[in-house]
């Protein structure tokens, strides 16, 4: 099966049922998680928008799928990870598909993270160091903008042999991301609400700058909203560079985010989260960007470093001011995400 074929199947069904099948409807969903995740279908693949839009309605398929109860052989579909001080249990089925790795759900708040290959091993690493950090040495108070670390492991595979270095998650509920929401407007945001998740962004990295880190990979699949609350979670930080050093890894689909430093492994710094940050923020407004906030976001993704506004806090306090000259003083807008299954 092609990523278009995959496309295909998945935009014109409607019935969990009939996409998944009952006779392996976990190898089936692996299959096509793995044809429509827009960061690994390829080159050859139809745009990214289209790609985005049919991998969310699969994992709202799949969602549906879960909870409906249908292949009771699903229940029993689990995995046991016994670490020798802790005892995981998950679905052989992913919840998220990331980058790298496959997020699996235990108990109701944690996610135990897998690389696919262990060739990553050293990027899951570097994210338990850079939250560890966060923890120990960023102010408290932020902490929920970014992961919280519950543990992490080398685990043996006992089917192939391979060695895994694996981390266990923190999360929260009613979490979207960027892409969610993007799909969820494809005409664009408001900017009124599209303000309120850059500024939430700017103290999710000022927070982690004041901590001597660099996020490194500002994409919309790695920032997280809580759209009832306006809550905003920064995620992924396998890529986070600290003491200068360059960023690891560059997400292929993604390439033309990063600002120069980064794709010529030059040292990033805190302009270089706050460029592509501000690229998110007028990739959610579109066509409905006003144009001084515009004028704002390219300020921010200047060509050099050293150009670019690098203190995270001061900006978002020239960002304040600006909204504020739009449309006055900052007041609580309800956002929504809508219903994807509407009965």
């Not at 160091?129 to 685990?155: E, I, M, N």
Request: glycine share 8%.
């Amino acid at each position: 099966m092609t990523t278009a074929e995959a496309i295909r199947t998945v935009m014109t069904t409607d019935d969990p049922v009939d996409l998944f099948g009952t006779d392996a409807p976990t190898r089936r969903y692996h299959q096509l998680a793995r044809l429509l995740h827009p960061d690994t279908a390829g080159t050859t693949a139809p745009d990214r928008r289209t790609v985005t839009a049919a991998f969310v309605r699969l994992a709202d398929l799949w969602r549906r799928h879960q909870g409906a109860g249908r292949d009771s052989a699903i229940a029993d579909d689990t995995v046991t990870i016994d670490t020798g001080r802790r005892r995981y249990v998950v679905h052989r089925t992913p919840h998220y598909v990331g980058d790298l790795a496959d997020l699996y759900r235990h108990g109701g708040d944690q996610l135990v993270k897998v690389p696919r290959n262990p060739a990553n091993n050293d990027l899951i690493v570097r994210e338990a160091a850079a939250l560890t950090r966060l923890a120990h040495h960023g102010d408290a108070r932020y902490l929920p903008y970014v992961p919280r670390l519950v543990d992490d492991f080398r685990h043996t595979d006992p089917g192939t042999g391979a060695l895994r270095q694996i981390t266990v998650l923190g999360t929260a509920p009613g979490l979207h991301s960027l892409t969610e929401v993007h799909h969820a407007y494809p005409d664009g945001v408001d900017a009124r609400d599209a303000a309120w998740m850059f500024r939430r962004l700017l103290v999710a990295l000022g927070f982690a700058h004041r901590a001597g880190l660099t996020h490194g990979a500002v994409l919309p699949a790695h920032v997280l909203i809580e759209p009832e609350q306006h809550g905003v979670v920064l995620v992924d930080w396998c890529y986070a560079s600290a003491g200068g050093e360059p960023v690891p890894a560059i997400v292929p689909a993604y390439t033309d985010w990063y600002p120069d430093e980064v794709r010529q492994r030059r040292c990033p710094g805190p302009g270089t989260d706050v460029a592509m940050a501000a690229r998110c923020l007028t990739w959610l407004t579109g066509d409905r960007t006003p144009a001084a906030i515009r004028r704002f976001a390219d300020g921010c993704r200047l060509a050099a470093l050293r150009q670019r506004p690098d203190d995270a806090w001061r900006l978002l306090v020239e960002f304040d001011d600006l909204i504020e000259r739009l449309w006055g003083p900052r007041r609580f807008r309800p956002f929504t995400m809508p219903d994807p299954n509407p009965r």
